[in-house]
C-alpha cells in the first residue's frame, strides 16, 4: 500500500502565500513523476503543476511566475509554494504520484492523497 498525506493548506489573504507537502510512504520501491492537482466547488479536477524525478516541470499557465513546485527525493516529498494568491486558487488540492512498488512492476499514477483545503479570501 502506497499513502500520499499533504499538508499546509488554510485560509489566506489576497497576496499572500502558503506552501504544501506532500509526504509519500508505504511500499515504495521508487516515484515517478509527482504533481498538484485542485478541485474548485462545482469544477473538475484540473492539474496544477507537476514534476518528473530529475526536476522537470509543468504548470497550468494560470499559475505560471507565482507557484513553484519542487521535491525532496530523500524523503519521498513534493512541495508547492504558493505566492501571490489570488481569490480564484481557492480550491481542494491534490497531490498525485507515479509510484513502482518493486523493480519489476510498472508505475502507478492512481495513488492520490485526501487533499487540504486552500482558501484565499479577505
Known amino acids: 500500500q502506497v499513502q500520499l498525506v499533504e499538508s499546509g493548506g488554510g485560509l489566506v489573504q489576497p497576496g499572500g502565500s502558503l506552501r504544501l507537502s506532500c509526504a509519500a510512504s508505504?511500499?515504495?520501491?521508487?516515484?515517478?513523476?509527482m504533481g498538484w492537482y485542485r478541485q474548485a466547488p462545482g469544477y473538475q479536477r484540473e492539474l496544477v503543476a507537476t514534476?518528473?524525478?530529475?526536476?522537470?516541470?509543468n504548470y497550468a499557465d494560470s499559475v505560471k511566475d507565482r507557484f513553484t513546485i519542487s521535491r525532496d527525493n530523500a524523503k519521498n516529498t513534493v512541495y508547492l509554494q504558493m505566492n501571490s494568491l489570488k481569490p480564484e486558487d481557492t480550491a481542494v488540492y491534490y497531490c498525485?504520484?507515479?509510484?513502482?512498488?518493486?523493480?519489476?512492476?510498472?508505475?502507478?499514477?492512481?495513488?492520490w492523497g485526501q487533499g487540504t483545503q486552500v482558501t484565499v479570501s479577505s
Open positions: 508505504g511500499s515504495i520501491f521508487s516515484i515517478n513523476a
Open positions: 514534476i518528473t524525478s530529475d526536476g522537470s516541470t
Open positions: 498525485n504520484a507515479g509510484v513502482r512498488t518493486t523493480l519489476a512492476t510498472p508505475y502507478v499514477y492512481g495513488y
